[in-house]
């Protein structure tokens, strides 16, 4: 996967984009609620281009139908895939798969902080 540096979204797409968040900046509080309201969760969807960030239409579309996905990365990617189909056919943006997605992010971001948390020494 490419480095992301946040380059400038086409002016037709910034309606849907928000403000890049990197993977590596996320905190609990950044991952909205995996039962909250679904809007806040298309808008973090969005705080990742999927299409930059794995390389291609295509490979994003493979992280997005992936049965497993093994890091925040890949998470976000399909999060932000499936936001992006369900524009395009319609849909109300595969809620159930979202949540499920957004969830799995908040774990896993949760999990590193508390890995990375400094440990009181006895």
Same mark, same amino acid.
């Given at each position: 996967?490419?480095?992301?540096?946040?380059?400038? =979204?086409?002016?037709?797409?910034?309606?849907?984009? !928000?403000?890049?968040? +990197? &993977?590596?900046?996320? &905190? +609990? !509080?950044?991952? +909205?609620?995996?039962? %909250?309201?679904?809007?806040?969760?298309?808008? #973090?969807?969005?705080?990742?281009? /999927?299409?930059?960030? @794995?390389?291609?239409?295509?490979?994003?579309?493979? #992280? @997005?139908?992936? +049965?497993?996905?093994?890091?925040?990365?890949?998470?976000?990617?399909?999060?932000?895939?499936? =936001?992006?189909? @369900?524009?395009?056919? /319609?849909?109300? #943006? /595969?809620?159930? =798969? $979202?949540?499920?997605?957004? %969830?799995?992010? %908040?774990? $896993?971001? /949760?999990?590193?902080? !508390?890995?990375?948390?400094?440990?009181?020494?006895?």
């Amino acid at each position: 996967m490419k480095d992301y540096d946040g380059p400038e =979204v086409p002016d037709r797409a910034k309606e849907y984009f !928000a403000p890049y968040l +990197p &993977t590596s900046e996320l &905190t +609990p !509080a950044d991952v +909205p609620a995996a039962d %909250g309201p679904l809007d806040p969760i298309i808008s #973090f969807a969005y705080t990742l281009n /999927g299409y930059w960030v @794995a390389g291609s239409f295509q490979r994003c579309a493979d #992280f @997005a139908e992936a +049965p497993d996905w093994d890091s925040v990365e890949e998470l976000r990617i399909a999060m932000f895939f499936s =936001v992006r189909a @369900a524009h395009h056919v /319609g849909d109300e #943006f /595969g809620g159930a =798969v $979202l949540r499920r997605l957004v %969830g799995r992010v %908040g774990e $896993l971001v /949760g999990a590193q902080l !508390a890995q990375d948390a400094p440990r009181d020494i006895p």
